[in-house]
Each structure stands twice: as C-alpha cells, then as structure tokens.
C-alpha cells in the first residue's frame, strides 16, 4: 500500500447554543482543518486538528500539510507510521521554523490519519490495534455544560439535566471571570444542586497571575473540586510549581503544551497532577502516546484534552493504562460517520476499523461551502 494523494479539508462546526466563552476567548465555532490521505489500496486515512474556525489560520495548516509534508509522504507505506513520524518531525527545513505552532498541528494531523490508515488496514478499531481492550471503563465528564458567558441559573439547569437525564457523574465549569467572588458563587450553586457524590472540574484557561490564583484556587477545596485546570499562563512551570505547593486542589494542564519535552518539564517540577495532552496540539497519536508514557512512568492520570472532540481521544484513552477519564464536547458529533458514543458516563468502545476520524456526507460536502 503506497500514498498517492493527500487532499486537504477543513470543517466548521457551529458550537453548543450559537456561542460560548471561557475566560480567554468566544467563539461560534469549531474549527477543524485536517487531510485525507489517499492510497493505491483504496484506503483513505482521515486526521484532522482543531481550531477556533478561523479560515486564514485553518488555511495556513492545510497548506502546510500538503505543501511542506506532502511531497515527503507521496509514495510511502502509511502503515510504516512511527518511521514517517520521525522523518517529518526531523525534515530540517521544517524543523528549523516549526517544532510547535502550525507545522506541529499540521504534523498531528497526518499522524493521526496514518494511524488511522494503519487500523484500517488491519481492519481493527485503532484502541485494538495498540493493544487495549474494550472492557475498560473510560469515564466521560461533560464541559458543554459549564461556559462562562451562561448565567448561574442556566448552568445550574444544564449540569443538573447531564446528571439526572445523562448519567453523567463528572461536569466542568470554566472560571476566570473579572469577579472572583462570582466564579466561587458559580461554584457553589452548582455543588449545591448536584449534591457530593458528583465530580466537579474547573478551568480558568490560563487567565490568572499567580496571586489571583493563590487567593480563588485555595478556596476551591471548601466545595471538593476534583482539580483547577490551567490556572496560570500556559508554559509558566515555576508559577505552577509554586501554586502546586501552595493549594490543596490538584492541577491539570497540557492543552496548550505542544512537544513532549514541555510536559517532561512540568513532570520533574511537580507543577502538574492530572496531564492533559492533546493528540491535535501534540504531534498526532505518536507523540501524545510518548506523554502517556512518560506520566504513566511518573504514577500520574492522564485525561486528554479534546481538541478533536473525542474522536481519536477515546481511542487512546481504552489503549492506554494510564486514562481512565476523558472530556466529552459534542460539537463534531454531527459531522462524523462514526461519533463517539456515551452512555449513562461511560464511553463505549469503537467497533468500526480506524480511527473514527472519517467524516460524514454532510460533512464533507459542507468543505466547498467554507
């Protein structure tokens, strides 16, 4: 089996209620610029990254995959993944402007296609093809419930109706709003009404210094948060290390972390508790699989981050021993031939071969249209 072409795609997904906000940005949609890579057996890999719909960037990730990495790729055996990885990621012309940013999306995103040309070739779902096992218990917590821009009394409602009517057991609310005082009144209505047994998250998407996050995050204990997420600004090691210290609340990172040496830093610092790699953010499957092994190795959880809403996540997440939970947004259920599927909390593991990243008829004829 040999690549013959590699045809770029970018989908725009419109976001839960026509827009949301966390304490950094708004947005109405979700980007998801990506490839299809086409072989002389039939078989087409699908990878895509994730971004906040904007058409120029998006633009610049496609080009970059198809332009930059293209041509290495045209004529190899997809299935030789890891081989192809190390050959991309070292390509010196590349390397010497990328290492993160756009050229590591757009390397995530053909990995994840390969990979998913290595399951389908195989004719496994991808979690199968790693060695996982489908009797694994992959816990979902829900972030659609949780944005900053929906008054108290519509995320009270929402985070109540995904636990009575959903099962789920685990939500997330964003905080980092310009009044403290209002984040910890969001809170608290909130652990009110969903009462102790259910997981409450939080995530301020890097918006505190590190005495806002001294001052609210220590008050996060009072209501039984399971961690703060990104509280300080993303690369910012010894802030985290000092906060880590200082609070009795766990921290998790690594959305915005894109090489696996950033992560091996905030490991040896003890400035993280939950690690959050993304497969879209990361260069694709190998390089998050790289994290995943690195903080088994260190005794800490891993709960990826869902730059691709799940797709791929929930793969990796019953492959590998170290995830036990993972984020559920919904925004490209729609979109996909075969969505990730939750049930009363819990994932349900893919059937279908590949890496579930193929999109469906709608999808694909929604591309012309951007």
Not at 146 to 171: I, Q
Not at 221 to 226: L, N, R, S, T
Not at 241 to 256: D, Y
Request: include cysteine; charge should be negative.
């Amino acid at each position: 089996m040999r690549i013959t072409k590699l045809e770029p795609i970018i989908l725009h997904a419109p976001v839960t209620r026509g827009g949301i906000a966390d304490s950094m940005h708004t947005l109405t949609h979700w980007g998801a610029p990506g490839v299809a890579i086409h072989t002389d057996a039939g078989l087409t890999g699908y990878g895509f990254s994730g971004t906040h719909a904007h058409l120029p960037t998006d633009k610049l990730i496609t080009d970059c995959i198809v332009e930059s990495y293209g041509p290495f790729l045209l004529g190899e055996d997809p299935r030789e993944v890891r081989a192809l990885w190390e050959k991309l990621y070292r390509k010196s012309e590349i390397y010497w402007v990328g290492r993160a940013g756009i050229t590591h999306l757009a390397l995530g995103a053909i990995d994840i296609a390969l990979w998913d040309l290595k399951a389908k070739a195989a004719e496994q779902p991808l979690w199968k093809l790693l060695g996982g096992s489908a009797a694994k218990k992959v816990e979902a917590y829900n972030t659609d419930s949780g944005w900053l821009n929906w008054p108290v009394e519509t995320l009270v409602a929402d985070c109540r109706r995904l636990v009575e009517e959903e099962g789920y057991r685990a939500v997330k609310l964003k905080v980092g709003g310009p009044n403290p005082g209002e984040d910890l009144r969001r809170i608290e209505a909130v652990r009110a009404a969903l009462g102790p047994k259910v997981r409450i998250m939080t995530d301020a998407n890097g918006r505190w210094n590190l005495p806002q996050a001294v001052q609210t995050a220590s008050r996060l204990a009072d209501y039984d948060i399971a961690w703060i997420e990104e509280p300080l600004a993303f690369d910012d090691v010894a802030g985290h290390r000092r906060l880590a210290e200082t609070i009795r609340t766990p921290i998790a990172l690594g959305e915005q972390l894109y090489m696996a040496a950033q992560f091996r830093d905030f490991m040896a610092a003890g400035a993280v508790h939950y690690v959050q790699p993304d497969v879209v953010r990361l260069a694709g499957v190998t390089e998050f699989w790289q994290v995943a092994e690195m903080a088994h190795g260190n005794n800490l959880p891993v709960c990826p981050h869902v730059g691709d809403m799940v797709q791929v996540h929930q793969h990796l997440c019953f492959a590998h021993p170290a995830c036990h939970l993972l984020e559920y947004i919904p925004w490209l259920h729609d979109w996909m031939l075969h969505p990730a599927r939750v049930e009363n909390g819990v994932y349900l593991a893919p059937e279908v071969p590949g890496a579930g990243m193929e999109p469906n008829k709608a999808a694909l004829a929604q591309i012309n249209r951007i």
